[in-house]
């Protein structure tokens, strides 16, 4: 499977990519997670934020969110980071996570990159050269831990 990745501000989304975007996540994380959580935040469309797409054809095969630094001191979060079902086991997840850091360096190359990750992925993404920042917490009643680099 081909993916070309796109970066985009938040801005630059069409109607249909921003609800592929959309769709995904609530298929993934509130349908086969099955945990009822509000998605719509407010975040997907303000300020620098960001979205990274992994689209093979016109179908959104991955996505991430990146939320920019709220200050100067501030770390860029990562988040909302996903696959489609019908992609899991293709190393898109690697993918995915390899332009999503580049992404972060292209916009805000100063700032540490932070992400809440679902506690079972700590070592996925510790190969990335994350470093636990904290406890296991519950958020959305699903073990989560802080990492960043």
Not at 109 to 131: D, T
Request: aromatic share 6%; with cysteine; proline share 3%.
């Amino acid at each position: 499977m081909k993916v070309i990745w796109q970066d985009r501000h938040h801005s630059q989304l069409s109607a249909a990519q921003l609800y592929q975007l959309l769709a995904l996540r609530n298929a993934v994380f509130i349908v086969e997670q099955n945990c009822p959580y509000q998605d719509i935040d407010g975040a997907d469309l303000a300020g620098e934020n960001r979205h990274l797409l992994g689209m093979s054809g016109d179908r959104l095969m991955a996505c991430a969110r990146l939320l920019a630094p709220a200050e100067a001191s501030k770390p860029v979060k990562i988040g909302r980071v996903i696959v489609a079902s019908e992609a899991r086991g293709l190393r898109l997840g690697n993918q995915l996570m390899e332009q999503a850091l580049a992404c972060c360096a292209a916009h805000w190359l100063q700032h540490k990159v932070r992400l809440s990750a679902q506690a079972h992925l700590e070592q996925f993404y510790g190969s990335f050269g994350f470093k636990t920042v904290s406890d296991v917490y519950l958020e959305d009643n699903i073990p989560h831990i802080d990492m960043e680099k």
